[in-house]
């Protein structure tokens, strides 16, 4: 069973930094691709981020530069490094993984950016 629980959302200011967590309870974490999305208010689910198996990334055009998707595979974790971020960065971000072409998701966190 598939189980992830994102945390480290919070209240920042806008240029402010906010640094999330993923563990994930996956058989083989070190296999799987890993990635981050965010859904705002009234939006689409989008892509953030993503890693690969390998340590491979790709990101929005929109935080390239100022987010950073790493992986701690002996801990089953994955991280978002957000900074310089901005009031548009504003929603909930989820944890994402597709094993055998289901997708599982993680409950959210919701990051709030002020202006």
């Known amino acids: 069973q598939v189980h992830m629980v994102e945390s480290g959302g919070g209240l920042v200011q806008a240029g402010g930094s906010l640094n999330l967590s993923c563990t994930a309870s996956?058989?083989?974490?070190?296999?799987?691709?890993m990635a981050w999305y965010r859904q705002a208010p009234g939006k689409q689910r989008e892509l953030v981020a993503r890693?690969?198996?390998?340590?491979?990334?790709n990101y929005a055009d929109s935080v390239k530069g100022r987010f950073t998707i790493s992986r701690a595979n002996a801990k089953s974790v994955v991280y978002l490094q957000m900074n310089s971020l901005k009031p548009e960065d504003t929603a909930v971000y989820y944890c994402n993984t597709y094993i055998y072409n289901r997708g599982y998701w993680g409950q959210g966190t919701q990051v709030t950016v002020s202006s």
């Open positions: 890693v690969t198996s390998g340590g491979s990334t």
């Open positions: 996956i058989t083989d974490f070190s296999i799987n691709t």
